[in-house]
Every structure is written in structure tokens, then in C-alpha cells.
């Protein structure tokens, strides 16, 4: 299912959200499921920002940092004094996962503005985790607040 696109009285805006995810999407090497996974079993910062509804009705993701994303940068800006100790510097890969890899695309570039060089997301989001047969973490989630 993609985001509706449509303004509220139904006009497409193509200077809109369209637009900035293209260009959040242009700096970004977006993985796919199996090399997102990859990269966490290499020590890569999975980073979850689906809403506790969603994790409810899906899964939640083997060694995911749960984080709300509406204290997202102050928990992953390494310069921030609200970071949480995982984040250990601008050259650390942090991958973002959503529902399905947009909001997550939005998130990585912000991470990439805070000096995150290497933030990014996963292509599909925690919907192709899944469909690709990937695991599913059982057990307590980290979230963190």
C-alpha cells in the first residue's frame, strides 16, 4: 500500500511530500532486507520507528533499537546529550526501518544532516523484512523513550 499522495481537496502536490522523499531518497543507499539484516549481524544500528500498533500486528525486528520518532534525532544525534550510547559516531551505519520505507527514508536523511554520514533506510521497510523471510525477534522489545 503507498502513502496517498492527493492534497486534502484532492490535488496531487507534486513539490510536496513526493518531492522531499526524492531528495531524502537521493543521498541515501538504501538496503534491501537481506543486506540490511546483513549488515545488523556486522554491528550495524537497527533503528525501528514504527509505532507500538504497528510492532503489535507485525513483529518486531531482531536486535532493533525501538525509538519513537518523535524524539528520534535527540536519541541519535551523537552530539546530543539525550543520545543513547549505542550512537558512537558520524561514521557508524545506522539503519532505519518503518512500515514500509518511507517515513524511514525521511529519517535517515535527517540523521545524515546531524553528521550520521552513513544513516539509512531499508527499501520496503519491516513489510519486505518480513515477506523476504526474515527474522522475527521474540521476547522483550528495546524501546527506548
Known sequence: ?????????????????EALLAEARSGLDRLTPAQAYDAVLSGALLVDTRTTEQRARQGDLPGAVVID??????????????????????????VVVCRQGYSSSLAAASLQRLGLRRATDVVGGAEAWFAAGLPRHDGPVDVRE
Do not use: C, K, N, Y
Request: hydrophobic share 30%; glycine share 10%; charged share 20%.
Open 69 to 94: 520518532r518523535t524524539v528520534f534525532e535527540w536519541r541519535l544525534d551523537p552530539g546530543s546529550p539525550w543520545h543513547i550510547p549505542e550512537v558512537t559516531g558520524p561514521d557508524q551505519l545506522v
Open 1 to 17: 500500500m503507498t502513502p496517498d499522495p492527493s492534497t486534502p481537496d484532492g490535488q496531487h502536490d507534486a513539490a510536496g511530500v
